[in-house]
């Protein structure tokens, strides 16, 4: 299957800017998703970004997507601690298989 | 990374009929799995929680009698969708949890009920 990674955990300051990056393997992805998962919760679609865009904005958030590098990354703008909570990219490859990373735990220090 | 796997991964059925969906985790044991749907362009919706060994726990909303779940082994749980109708098309993600909080998602299986 794909490979989608993303590193395990981050720490911010209440206030700050977090950036979660994501790798992913399969250059004709189609669509590349961010999900938020809360305690006890399931996946929340955060937003997504087609392939032959660079960049999205959606108020506090902006995805920005560099094809070559096949790199992705969420940026939350002013964090909050109910941004606390597990994020994961995804990936959509394929007849509609979407390959997801290990998920990113993000902590917001008040 | 560890791999989860799901089978098949498109299945086509007539209205009526049940379909079983596997997940199974293919270098690691989880204790935890999860079966996800997903409706177009939405968010993923937790169906439910299913421990080895133990009744799966559903989330509200979602009928247990029609989307019956059996996690027999640290490897393997299945779906199966009973007398499956049109309004249940959809794409069932699983996923596998450790117990350091990761989680391994399969590819997901698209479901087209006639």
């Known amino acids: 299957g794909e490979d989608v990674e993303q590193s395990l955990f981050l720490s911010v300051r209440e206030g700050d800017s977090s950036v979660i990056n994501c790798t992913y393997t399969?250059?004709?992805?189609?669509?590349l998703y961010w999900y938020k998962q809360e305690p006890g919760a399931g996946l929340q679609l955060l937003t997504y970004i087609f392939s032959n865009m660079d960049m999205k904005q959606d108020q506090r958030l902006t995805v920005l997507l560099n094809k070559k590098d096949k790199h992705l990354s969420l940026r939350i703008a002013d964090t909050q601690t109910g941004d606390s909570a597990i994020y994961f990219c995804a990936e959509m490859a394929g007849a509609n298989n979407l390959f997801f990373g290990t998920g990113t735990r993000l902590t917001v220090i008040p | 990374g560890a791999v989860v796997s799901q089978h098949p991964s498109r299945v086509i059925c007539k209205s009526g009929t049940s379909v079983k969906i596997e997940c199974r985790s293919l270098?690691?044991?989880?204790?935890?799995m999860f079966w996800y749907r997903q409706f177009p362009k939405q968010s993923l919706m937790l169906m439910a929680t299913?421990?080895?060994?133990?009744?799966?726990?559903?989330e509200q909303g979602v009928e247990k009698d029609k989307f019956l779940i059996n996690h027999a082994s640290l490897t393997l749980s299945t779906l199966t969708v009973t007398s499956a109708h049109p309004e249940d098309s959809s794409f069932y993600i699983c996923s596998a949890r450790l117990a350091s909080d990761e989680q391994f998602f399969g590819p997901g299986t698209r479901l087209t009920v006639l």
């Open positions: 399969d250059s004709s992805s189609t669509y």
């Open positions: 299913s421990n080895e060994g133990s009744k799966a726990t559903y």
């Open positions: 270098d690691f044991q989880a204790t935890t």
